[in-house]
C-alpha cells in the first residue's frame, strides 16, 4: 500500500495532514491510537472542503499549494488540528490512521503512521517503536508501519521467545527473518526507510526498533 496521506507540518498543537481529494468519497476519517498495535479511535470526519480545528488560530498557518498531494497537480484536503482538542498527548508520540468513506462505507484504512511530537522532529536523539507485529504466514499478510520521514540506523530486535519475526522494506517484498530473542537482528545503518513491513511467523511477535531521522529539519 502507497502512502495515502502526509504531515506537512507538525508544531506544538498543530498537526496539517494532507489526502488527495477522491471523487465519491464523502467523508475523511482521522483515527489516532496510542500505539501501532491498540485500537484506533475516529476523532474527525471531514468533508471534501477540510476541516481547522477551532482551537488553531489560521494566521499562523503556511500556505500550502492544492496540488500538493498528488503527481499530477490534482486537489489535496487539507485537516489541521491540535492533538489536545481530541485529548491526545502532545508532547508523546501517537499514531494516525485515514480512512475515506463512501456513502457510509469505510474503505481501505491507511497504514498506522507514526506521529512525533515537535520535540523529536530536530533529529535529536533516537526515535523507538515497540509493539506486537500480527501472525501471518506470508509477506502478504504482513503489517505495514509507514515513518513520519525517511529514517536511518534503523535497529530491530525480535523479543519473542518462540517465534520468529520477519521484516520487509517493500509491500509483499523479499524478508529478513530475525529468529527469536537471538543476536544479531535487523539493522540499516546508511541506508533510508519511510516503511517497514512486520508479522510473526507461528504466532503474534513482540518486538521494538530504534532509529533516527534520515534528514533531520
Known sequence: MNRIFKIARRRPH????YTPFIYGVDTYR???????????TTIINST???FLDPAINQNVLDVQPLGSMTATG???????FDPTTFSIPDTSSFWLQYVPVTGGVEGTPSAPTLILPDSANKGVGDVTIHGNAPSAVSSAGALQLDFPFLMQNIRIHNEDGTNSLFVSTEQSGPEQQLK?????QWQSF??????????GGGGIVAFSAVMTLAFPR
Not at 498543530?14 to 495532514?17: C, G, L, P, S, T
Not at 482521522?30 to 484506533?40: R, V
Not at 490534482?74 to 489541521?80: D, E, L, M, P, T
Not at 546508511?190 to 512486520?198: L, R
Open 14 to 17: 498543530i498537526v496539517d495532514f
Open 30 to 40: 482521522i483515527k489516532w491510537a496510542t500505539n501501532f498495535d491498540a485500537a484506533f
Open 48 to 50: 471534501n472542503v477540510g
Open 74 to 80: 490534482g486537489r489535496a484536503v487539507r485537516i489541521v
Open 180 to 184: 527469536p530473542d537471538s543476536f544479531p
Open 190 to 199: 546508511y541506508g533510508t526507510t519511510g516503511s517497514i513491513w512486520v508479522r
